[in-house]
């Protein structure tokens, strides 16, 4: 049968599905050598992922591969040098020099953003790149795939139900080769076909099509992209594939799949197919043919012997850009004034924040769980932003926090700056995934080639009545996690002044708003300026003593200044620190204080166990343990949930009395 597309489209076409094919055979050889340490392979997803790129804007339009798309970033730009550096993990490798795992692609000159390895986060971020494109009205678009197995996770159903709602430039493609990993199709996707059940979303075009035919690849490539570019909403490319090698390096697919199976999978092999109509054709003869086997491989192995001759990564650059090395506002020589302004509450100090700020960076998009007006937050934190800036700088979401933080990353990498609110540190936990292997590791995993530089506002803490699910604090476990900063003021001036550093800095930062503070007078102050940015890791002391130092933070601090206000009277002089920031927290402040007191006391309202306070105890232990007079002391929540009922909250929560209480006893030790 003779192709639509042109013989000089077939011929490139077919160049590039034998150098993918030829380069995932000469991986498994070394990998064998010892050379590399793991591979996935493409070989019956090529056809596909060589028609979607031929139909995309490489360098303009946005990529999101998965594991198994060798073929599309080589057809998309990326060099056999840049994909056996990468997967032999040099450090010229184009991804991630080193840090990740072979056959996870990425390159910042082909906006081919660097892949993690979980399955199915891919698909919020892309949605939140084409989120991007739709607000800067620009003619790009976002491609995004996966194999069949990915689509079970309800991130996948999240993109795509925002995407087809807002009508976002992004085409998500399945590379359906009926197994995800062992587990076949039938007891992975309800009728065996991923399109068909997202046939009924609005603006959602869906084609299925034999996805190792390229010609009829090609067509639905050309199709979506139109459909797409055009303005019409996202679309769905069900590529009917096959795998011909196991799932990966560390699988053997004889233990699950039946010869017979195999046989009838490698008669559909793309590569061949696409072979025989060459030759059917006339375009090319089995001479020609053979000179360009030839000719590839040979080239293949030249590079990688280059390849495996460049440098291992530098050890000494193992903690590169866990962070921004640029630190926007710096706490050396900072001075802290006086704030003249009326006195604000902590709600309404966020709020003015944020104006402010939106005002100043029109980069700044917010949104969030009712955050638009009349609402303007459960809170009333974001009143008035919608008004003022518009639905599209300030916007609802839907109830769906991997969705507001996994679109935030997408947002921020096309370059914007996502303020998202989640409205309950309680319920943040469907976006812990996002936070802990995107958010926080997208710098690293690219060494700052890309990065996600975001607030995520979030209401904390008790002391409100709210029950088991209105009352968490989450600092300590987001504090585990390296690659994020995390902010927990005690006042109103310190939360305006975090939170408009937290809006300019370039690390991503969770923002913790204890809902227990919004309008409490004892945490109000005068308001600061407009031009107030507070840097993080600068802990403030809040009352001078000299007998003991009480480290804290948050709702905490007035417990602990009353609790030093009352010893004062029987001659107890106890120094309070307020951390400001959790991470980076002010090592030196707090160290300084111990050495010059000997005897400290850490207070928090989090639960005592592997609290964050724990860690603050481990470092003076360390570095300080031969000033110390007695044993360091931690005032916590008990380790239970927060009950409702007001006598079981007021046990389970740190009060005045437990600060007092350990003072007592530390005085006397």
Request: proline share 5%; charged share 25%; net charge negative.
């Amino acid at each position: 049968m003779k192709s639509k597309l042109s013989n000089e489209k077939l011929v490139s076409a077919y160049r590039t599905m034998l150098l993918s094919r030829l380069i995932d055979e000469k991986e498994m050889i070394l990998l064998k050598q010892g050379k590399i340490l793991f591979h996935i392979s493409g070989p019956g997803h090529e056809a596909c992922q060589v028609a979607i790129a031929m139909a995309m804007k490489p360098r303009v339009d946005w990529a999101y591969p998965y594991y198994r798309d060798l073929a599309f970033s080589l057809q998309f730009g990326v060099t056999v040098e840049e994909i056996l550096t990468e997967n032999m993990n040099r450090a010229a490798g184009p991804s991630s020099k080193g840090r990740q795992m072979p056959s996870h692609y990425g390159n910042k000159n082909l906006r081919i953003v660097a892949q993690s390895s979980p399955t199915g986060t891919q698909f919020l971020q892309a949605a939140g790149t084409a989120m991007g494109i739709q607000i800067a009205q620009s003619d790009e678009i976002v491609y995004v795939s996966s194999g069949e197995g990915a689509t079970s996770e309800g991130e996948f159903t999240e993109a795509v139900a925002w995407s087809s709602r807002a009508k976002f430039p992004v085409i998500f493609m399945v590379q359906n080769n009926k197994y995800a990993i062992s587990v076949p199709l039938k007891d992975q996707v309800a009728g065996g076909s991923v399109s068909h059940l997202y046939s009924t979303y609005p603006n959602l075009k869906c084609i299925k099509y034999d996805g190792t035919n390229l010609e009829e690849s090609y067509n639905a490539s050309v199709e979506a992209v139109e459909w797409v570019r055009s303005g019409n909403g996202p679309a769905m490319l069900e590529a009917d594939v096959v795998r011909l090698f196991p799932h990966s390096s560390s699988d053997d697919q004889k233990k699950y799949r039946i010869e017979s199976e195999l046989v009838e999978d490698k008669k559909r092999d793309p590569v061949t197919k696409l072979k025989n109509i060459l030759i059917e054709n006339k375009i090319l003869t089995e001479i020609q043919l053979d000179e360009l086997y030839k000719e590839i491989k040979t080239n293949i192995d030249k590079v990688a012997d280059v390849a495996e001759s460049m440098p291992q990564p530098d050890p000494s650059t193992v903690m590169r850009n866990i962070y921004s090395p640029n630190i926007i506002i710096p706490k050396e020589n900072f001075l802290e004034p006086e704030h003249s302004g009326k006195s604000v509450v902590l709600v309404d100090a966020i709020n003015h924040s944020l104006h402010e700020e939106m005002k100043r960076n029109k980069k700044i998009i917010v949104y969030g769980e009712d955050i638009a007006d009349g609402k303007g937050g459960v809170f009333t934190a974001t009143k008035g932003l919608s008004t003022t800036f518009g639905t599209k700088r300030v916007f609802n979401s839907p109830i769906a926090e991997a969705s507001i933080v996994g679109t935030a990353v997408g947002l921020a990498i096309k370059g914007f700056k996502p303020v998202v609110e989640i409205q309950f540190g309680d319920y943040i936990w469907p976006a812990f995934m996002q936070f802990k292997d995107e958010v926080a590791c997208l710098r690293y995993r690219s060494d700052g080639d890309f990065s996600c530089a975001m607030v995520v506002r979030v209401a904390v803490g008790g002391y409100i009545r709210g029950g088991l699910y209105h009352s968490q604090c989450i600092e300590s476990i987001f504090a585990h996690i390296p690659g994020i900063w995390i902010a927990f003021p005690s006042n109103a001036a310190d939360a305006k002044g975090l939170l408009k550093t937290a809006m300019r800095e370039e690390n991503p930062i969770l923002f913790c708003e204890h809902k227990g503070l919004y309008r409490q007078q004892f945490a109000a102050s005068p308001e600061p300026d407009e031009n107030y940015c507070l840097p993080f890791g600068l802990a403030k002391i809040k009352k001078v003593g000299t007998d003991i130092t009480i480290v804290t933070y948050g709702f905490l601090v007035q417990r602990s200044l009353e609790a030093a206000r009352k010893m004062e009277e029987i001659g107890i002089s106890c120094e309070v620190i307020d951390l400001r920031t959790i991470i980076p927290w002010d090592k030196e402040t707090v160290l300084n204080s111990v050495k010059k007191t000997g005897k400290v006391i850490v207070a928090h309202e989090d639960s005592r166990t592997a609290g964050f306070g724990a860690e603050i105890v481990s470092t003076i232990a360390e570095e300080c343990f031969q000033y110390l007079d007695a044993p360091i002391t931690r005032v916590a929540a008990i380790d239970s949930p927060v009950p409702f009922a007001p006598v079981l909250e007021d046990v389970t929560l740190p009060q005045e009395r437990n600060i007092t209480e350990a003072i007592q006893k530390l005085i006397q030790y």
